[in-house]
């Protein structure tokens, strides 16, 4: 007999199938003129953008903030003091989920707080939006998908792709058929990174208002090093080039560029994942690789997956995009445009969506789009499982890549057929942390 935790793996895997032809949100609908309350937990560059995204969407209200790195927390006091917005900060996000006050909270920390913040909130009541990827190993992903649906809650993702113009026309596109018989989709980043990348600082003392060890949470207890926090390092922190909190450019880019795959065909998952990386030019300290090559078989067709970080190359004119060749036409898309190339012979006219000003934008639609199906209770442009489909399948890409092994998929059991590397699709949190749902 199946024990509780079991039964509840295996209702969440089911769900997990079942969820894009079943509408399973309801709840308590808000009044079309009722503000919600939202509060902010991460507020470096992230979180700093979506603070300010959200004070341009008429019925939303910053409502709380929290950071463990005080200056963050005190500039994003200021950023909302010059939206209207008098808030006084906090460095533990549990107290903004304990506040009744605060109907949804937006979480863009560190990848590997994801899940634990967004199942803590949906057991709160608080509907949420979630930066991606959506976690760091597979089976926090599940949970996540589980809690949105068991306490019923309105989860939408960070990407924010899916709101944009270029990308709904792609899919529009795609599921029309213009490109015929698809058997190949490519997608692609490339870039200029100095051989040094970013150093080999030694570890050290946090600085001055940095809680270091909330930083870590559930992650492994590490000395300080500035490399695995990063703020200072650059605009986007460096932390995401570490295995314990992040997954490197393939979780951080290839999300975006894979997602539009899964948009334009229903969100179908590989079943098998092959590929290789390594850190062939940079001698910095980051764990994760500067070089990648993924594939990916899907039930009708072959992706892949080029990570470039020593030549900025660009392919097709564009230094990143997802390209989906058809037996008739070939479309790509980033977030500059939508192109529609037809081969020789075709009947496809050719067609370029591009220096739109309407059509490029994407983050301010996205909140727009949470704060509505908050409201109507329906599935957001990008509700959770989406996202965890999309990262589910980078993290696998760097299973593969670390096992150096082809990984099959198996979409009923959320897992791998692997025995060796499905012990690494689980999270191990350190005390006093538990994903619970």
Known sequence: MEDKNRLSRRNASITLGAAFTTNIFTGNLKGANDRVAVGFIGLGAMGSGNLGYSMKVPGMQPAALCDVYQPHLERAEAAARRGGYEIKGTD???????????????????????????????????????????????????????????????????????????FKKAAEIVK?????????????????????GWGNPADSTAPPGLNWDMWLGPAPKVPFNENRWGVTKTTFPTFRYFWDYAGGAMTDWGVHLLDPVHQCFDEAMPTAISAMGNKLYVKDNRDTPDTMLATFEYPKFIASYESRTANPMPMFGHGAATAIH???????????????????????????????????????????????????REKPQSEIETCVRSSTVCILANLSMRFKTRLDWDEKSWTVKQAEVKPYLKAKYRAPWKLEV
């Open 176 to 196: 029309a058929g213009t490109l015929g018989e698809v058997t190949f989709v490519h997608t692609w980043q490339a870039g200029a990174t100095p051989q040094e």
């Open 326 to 376: 058809g037996t008739e036409a070939t479309l790509i898309v980033n977030r500059s445009g939508c192109w529609l190339a037809p081969n020789a012979k075709s009947k496809v006219e050719p067609q370029a969506y591009e220096k739109d000003d309407v059509m490029r934008q994407m983050n301010v639609p996205h909140w727009e789009n949470w704060l509505a199906c908050i409201k109507s």
């Open 92 to 166: 533990d996000f549990r107290k903004i989920l304990a506040d009744k006050s605060i109907d949804a909270v937006c979480i863009s920390t560190p990848d590997h707080w994801h899940a634990y913040m967004t199942v803590e909130a949906c057991k709160a009541g608080k509907d949420v939006y979630v930066e991606k990827p959506a976690s760091v190993y597979v089976d926090e992903g599940m949970k996540m998908v589980e809690a949105a649906r068991k306490y019923k809650r309105i989860v939408q993702a960070g990407t924010m792709q899916r709101s944009g113009g270029y």
